[in-house]
């Protein structure tokens, strides 16, 4: 009986993978935000794993993977929502995140340069230390 429970399991787990990798080949070139397009069906295909691993006994690891799996897309699309897709869209280039001056870790530009001008002529009386700064391009 149990063996019966597994193959109907692996089965439908299967047709799931067929259906989503259909819909993942049929994606067209002009379909709009295809990144996030992908991720969704690609939950697809981490459903049906999930559903091959109950079904072969492997309960703990399909556990891990239903916690793991939709950290991971949340990642993916975060990393492009922040760089590729505000470089592609343009409407999200007018969004501008604010850097307020009490920030712990981010600062503004120009606060860090007047810092810097500040701290050079002080450095300079010290031949002891060297500072080195590091001017990161985004558009690259």
């Known amino acids: 009986m149990i063996e019966y429970v597994q193959s109907i399991l692996l089965i439908i787990s299967a047709i799931i993978i067929v259906i989503s990798a259909i819909g993942l080949l049929s994606l067209g070139k002009d379909t709009k935000n295809k990144v996030y397009a992908r991720i ?36 993916i699309a975060n990393a492009y929502w922040k760089k590729e897709d505000r470089e592609n869209n343009l409407e999200l280039q007018n969004v501008v995140e604010d850097v307020g001056e009490n920030h712990p870790i981010l600062h503004p530009k120009e606060k860090m340069q007047a810092l810097e001008s500040e701290n050079s002529e002080k450095l300079k009386a010290d031949e002891r230390f060297s500072v080195t700064t590091l001017e990161i391009n985004e558009d690259e």
């Open 40 to 75: 969704h069906i690609v939950g697809l295909f981490d459903v049906a794993c999930i559903i091959a691993m109950i079904a072969i006994g492997q309960f703990l690891l399909a556990g891990i993977y239903f916690i793991l799996a939709p950290f991971t897309a949340h990642a």
